[in-house]
Each structure stands twice: as C-alpha cells, then as structure tokens.
C-alpha cells in the first residue's frame, strides 16, 4: 500500500474503534441510488463534449455505459473509466468505418501512471508539473462533471433496505462510506437523505482510492475476519480482496434484494464468524456472473476480452 498517504486521509489514519466490527459501505450504485443518473445525464455528455465525440455520439453513449454500468469495469475511478472509454472506442469497428480517429492522448495515461492521486487536486497539481493542451482539457472534463452533477443529481436517495441495514449495524460496526466519489458530492448526498448519522467517517476520492481507506481506517485495528466491504463494482471486490477483508456484493439491478439478504442473513453470519468461505463465494460467483467480461461489438483489433485496469 502507498506510503504517500494523502492528507485528508489523515483522518482515516487517526480513526480509532468504537465497535468490534467495520462496515466500508460504497456510495453510488452501492448505497444510493445515483449512479445511473449521474452516468445517464452527467458523465455520458460530458464525454461526448470535452472530447470530441459528437461525431460517433451513439457509439460514445453505449460504449460509455458498458464501461461504467454494465461489465466488469463498472465503478471503475472516473479517469479510469475515462481511458478505457477511449482505448474501447479506438478499437470499435464502427468507429473506424465512420473515419472518426480518437487521439490517443499520451497525457491522459502519463497522469494516470503518475504518482498524483486520481482525484480532481491530483489532476491539477499534473497539469501544473506537465501543462498540456490535453491536460487542461482533461481539468475542463472533470470540472464539467462535476458541475453537471451539481446541477443535476438531486434528491437519489438510497435504495430501498439501505437505512434498515445501516440501522442493524449500528449497534455492533463501525460503518464508513468508502467511495471515488468527490467528498463534497458525498457530504451534501449522504447528509440530505439522513444516512451519514450512522457513519464514523465518510471517505472520498481526496483521501486515496477504497482499499486505501479501509487500510488506513481499518487494517490493524481490528481482525481481518471482523472487516468488511459492501459495493457493487469489481473495484469493490478487488479492494476487499487486495486488503485481505471481507466483501459482499450488492447486486446491480437487484439492489433492494440485496440489502434485505445483507439485513436479514449476511450481517448475522458476519457477526458470527460464519461468513468468509463457502458463504461469501456464493455471493461473489453469483455476482461475477452478472457482468459481462466481453464488448458486445466487433473491434478493429478482433480482441473483445476486456481487462480490469491497474488500480493504485
């Protein structure tokens, strides 16, 4: 794990116990019901205007969806995501047959393996080392994100079963938000509908990435076996599993479902110790099994595997 431990993670560092157990509970898709708006009506046109895809809009939107809603890269952080829309769309055969070009912007994958944190500061303080065209193109995309959000996402609250479950635990976890998301969103989000009453801490993008949170605010200070990941996204079950902490999956599509059965039976045996093993990998293959590891289009290359970028 990183040494360079941003500084408004320090409260994640100084965080101490009041429970026996710890609940990182994610926010968008996970805990509240905005992730499809904000990706619909915030992210998708956002693409389409800060880079230039007007000219393969329809492609650009499914292309986008898939990355952030439908396969396996779902969750993924927003520059991410934003690199493997563009990887995808230079490999999509319908995007060459229209004679549309994407550049490959060099910057855009410098930032990313730079060692800048992967957040709305870590793109400034880049484009302040490496200024570029691209680079204040990359903060007016971001900016812009941000603003659509601002503007449009109101009143997503959390899915139905989310409060009863965050209720169950209160007596006996430690519950934290652990997201990508900015800590301003999540702050104005959470506290509207009611929900940030139950959490300890609520983590943003500014304070590293999910597995840095739970390592900063959990690992160590309590046993392995008692810490526990609740998120929709593969970045969410690769965390858990980079951690060495428990994860269960909140299943797109399925969400109510899924608080019921954490409520109901999963926070029992995870108070329990019964858990980890068979329990939890019934969960995750069934969740696996939703999304898909495949574009649904022919590419240039003929490759239509897709890969879970590297994550700091």
Known sequence: MTENIPAAAQVLVDFKPTKDFFAGIDSDGCAMDAMDIKHLECFTPAYIKGWDLQPVSTLAR?????VNLGSITRGLNRWLALRQLLDLLRDRAEVAERGVTIPDYPELTQFIESDHPLSDKGVAAFAKEHPSETAERMIAWG????????????????FPGVREAMQAMHDSVDEMTVSATPLEALNREWNEHGIAQYMQVIAGQEMGSKAEH?????????????IL????APGDRDAASKVDCLFYPILPGQEKHSWERF??????RFLD????GAYQQQLIDEYNAKLP??????????????????VK
């Open 62 to 66: 499914e292309t986008a969806l898939f």
């Open 143 to 158: 900016n812009d994100v941000n603003a659509r959000i601002a503007d449009m996402v109101h009143g997503c609250g959390p």
């Open 214 to 226: 739970v390592q900063y605010a959990a690992k160590g200070k309590y046993p392995d076996d008692h």
């Open 229 to 232: 990941l609740i998120g929709d």
């Open 263 to 268: 409520k109901d039976e999963a926070l029992a």
């Open 273 to 276: 110790g019964t858990y980890a």
């Open 293 to 310: 590891d495949e574009v649904p289009w022919e590419t240039v290359s003929g490759n239509r595997k897709v890969s879970m970028p590297r």
